[in-house]
């Protein structure tokens, strides 16, 4: 493509050093969209003829066609995917051909064609991620009423409801998909008319190729548009924090399905055995998302580190910024995809998590409550139950069971009410907290909005 300025070949290590058709091939469907619309430009602003357009646009869907059935032959002395299309093209429809690259460079071609990539990517992602709420909501409503400790610190604190539990990873979920829209919405402006960084001195109508390739606008500093790729670092951040969100979910499910906790059933379907122990029954979806989230991570700090000490405008560095987008897409799909279906066939051990729950313990506070209730400041509210909890450490005798008014005469007999797991929901009404009422509102809310 080069070849008038050399007079010697490539090193063929060179050329496998810095080869990306390996890996951009992805790209072609939103090359062949950026070039026809590149092309349809250049026919309105008189530099190519109808039938030199149209033999570039049948000569594009045809090498689109080629891909896609898996019959065309990438070639690594080509480069990446524009250079390896063009060359194609050129060699399928002749002169015509070597027209198309008037007024652009690959520097806005690969521009262009990872904003196309990450925005179909983010609409797959919000379907995906929509998919994997809709099972928690199911989970959620059908265990809007079993009662679990909730924990800080992995102690049990208060009591919560499984269903209160899964909400809360709807509501991370919902986050991260705001943060995709916003991304999108970031990105799906047209650098095309850039040029190599300066633009070209043949203008093309920038905005009507913008508008063929459903941009919703141009970007204005060539140097910026071809120079930049905090979109892509932006998208893997959104992948990575919905990584991290998974992965916490994650460890909630492991540990509810150990012995020590017994909360939950995973499907055999969803659970793998081991190869020496005929009794095991392992989370292990769980645990290789956990584990796929580091490499999320992983890939946006390869993009960041990559891009911080580059002078603007483009440098070859860039090319690395591929490989962690799509890995990082894929890597995501994957996981939203596998958790929505164990999610799904999942099954809370109602009576574990109650049993678990039923430590009156974990009412301490709304005993603090109650006496807050007739009075008592919370501090030494606090304290006064401190003191009960103290008692009932030291003496074995479960805490509701005490005879309180021997601790302080702040108690009285009415207090004791509190040691109910009903009470204590039934009272937690306001909005965000765990009362059953709640949940099942929560529950509508969720559906009749995603
Ligand atoms: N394969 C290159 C990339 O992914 C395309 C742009 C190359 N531009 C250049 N001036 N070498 O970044």
Request: hydrophobic share 40%.
């Amino acid at each position: 493509m080069w070849k008038g300025r050399f007079a010697q070949d490539t090193s063929s290590l060179v050329e496998q050093f810095g080869e990306s058709i390996s890996y951009d091939w992805r790209l072609f469907p939103h090359d062949v969209a950026g070039s026809i619309a590149h092309a349809r430009a250049q026919l309105n602003a008189g530099l190519l003829t109808e039938e030199e357009f149209s033999s570039i646009e049948e000569g594009l869907r045809g090498i689109e066609t080629d891909i896609r059935e898996g019959r065309f032959e990438f070639r690594t002395s080509l480069e990446d995917i524009h250079m390896n299309i063009e060359a194609e093209l050129t060699k399928r429809i002749g002169a015509a051909g070597g027209k198309l690259h008037t007024a652009r460079s690959r520097n806005d071609q690969v521009a262009t064609d990872t904003r196309l990539y990450c925005r179909t990517q983010i609409d797959g992602l919000l379907t995906a991620i929509t998919g994997l709420e809709k099972v928690l909501l199911d989970q959620a409503s059908r265990y809007a009423a079993t009662v679990m400790p909730g924990y800080t610190h992995l102690q049990r604190g208060q009591p919560v409801t499984a269903g209160h539990h899964l909400l809360a990873y709807v509501e991370m979920l919902e986050r991260d998909k705001g943060r995709l829209a916003d991304c999108r919405k970031r990105l799906n402006i047209s650098p095309l008319g850039s040029g190599a960084l300066a633009g070209s001195t043949i203008n093309l109508d920038r905005n009507a190729i913008a508008k063929e390739l459903g941009f919703d606008g141009i970007t204005h500093n060539s140097m910026d548009a071809i120079a930049d790729r905090d979109y892509i670092a932006e998208l893997l951040f959104t992948i990575s924090m919905c990584g991290v969100h998974l992965s916490r979910l994650s460890e909630d499910l492991i540990l509810w399905c150990s012995s020590e906790f017994g909360f939950l059933n995973l499907s055999d379907a969803h659970t793998t055995g081991s190869s020496l122990m005929p009794q095991k029954k392992n989370p292990d979806v769980c645990e290789i998302t956990r584990g796929k989230t580091g490499r999320l991570v992983g890939n946006l700090m390869n993009l960041l580190v990559a891009m911080k000490g580059l002078p603007i405008t483009y440098n070859r560095d860039l090319q690395e910024d591929k490989p962690p987008l799509f890995d990082s897409v894929d890597t995501l799909l994957l996981v939203l995809a596998v958790n929505t279906e164990m999610i799904a066939a999942m099954e809370m051990r109602e009576e574990k998590c109650l049993a678990a729950a039923s430590d009156p313990m974990l009412l301490a506070t709304d005993l603090a409550d109650a006496l807050v209730k007739s009075g008592v400041p919370f501090r030494s509210a606090h304290e006064l139950v401190g003191k009960a909890v103290a008692e009932s450490v030291k003496s074995g005798v479960p805490l509701d069971q005490l005879d309180l008014k021997e601790i302080d005469d702040a108690y009285t007999d009415e207090m004791k009410s509190v040691f109910s797991l009903e009470v204590a929901l039934a009272a937690r009404t306001n909005v965000g907290a765990p009362s059953v009422e709640n949940v099942k509102r929560e529950v509508e809310r969720w559906q009749a909005c995603l």
